[in-house]
């Protein structure tokens, strides 16, 4: 059984900050990478920000230069730090773990408000 369990969430204003926290564990297989998803009331899920292993990324272009990623591989966790947030960043954030074996996990998701 493979757990996600992610931490963070919160309410915050305009201009402020927040940390989002996921580790995986249980019986995972390699981790190839690692990633934060969100989804708006009404909208589809997307990409935020993933992260390889060996530590390339990705960011959507909503984010770049505001959202940063990075990974603590001996504790399989995930982080995002998400600075300078908008209202429009408002959404459940849902982290994202894929295995080198092709498997998929994903956490329950945390909600993000920011106010205005």
């Known amino acids: 059984q493979v757990q996600l369990v992610e931490s963070g969430g919160g309410l915050v204003q305009a201009g402020g900050s927040l940390r989002l926290s996921c580790t995986a564990s249980g019986r995972i297989s390699s981790i190839y990478d690692m990633g934060w998803f969100r989804q708006a009331p009404g909208q589809q899920r997307e990409l935020v920000a993933s992260i390889t292993m060996v530590g390339t990324t990705n960011y959507a272009d909503s984010v770049k230069g505001r959202f940063t990623i990075s990974t603590d591989n001996a504790k399989n966790t995930v982080y995002l730090q998400m600075n300078s947030l908008k209202p429009e960043d408002t959404a459940v954030y849902y982290c994202?773990?894929?295995?080198?074996?092709?498997?998929?996990?994903w956490g329950k998701g945390t909600l993000v408000t920011v106010s205005s």
């Open positions: 994202r773990v894929g295995t080198r074996d092709g498997r998929v996990y």
